[in-house]
């Protein structure tokens, strides 16, 4: 399961069945992030940072890196 904290940046996981939860290093500078969504591959998300155009990132789980979705 994936959660933004109250008064943390980044995003964290914990296990579904339970156990720590953990910061997602590679988020770990996301902060007021608009939507996101998570899929089977990673997560989309879209930060109240970005100006104009505005960018849809993918966070991947395989690469551990975040690219580029769409600029709109």
């Not at 939507?35 to 089977?40: A, D, L, Q, R, T």
């Amino acid at each position: 399961m994936y959660y933004f904290k109250n008064n943390a940046t980044g995003l964290w996981s914990v296990p579904v069945t339970g156990g720590a939860e953990v910061a997602v290093p590679e988020l770990n500078g996301i902060r007021n992030t608009r939507s996101w969504g998570v899929i089977e591959r990673g997560i989309f998300f879209h930060s109240k940072e970005d100006t104009s155009p505005q960018t849809i990132r993918f966070f991947s789980f395989v690469t551990r890196r975040i690219t580029p979705f769409v600029t709109v």
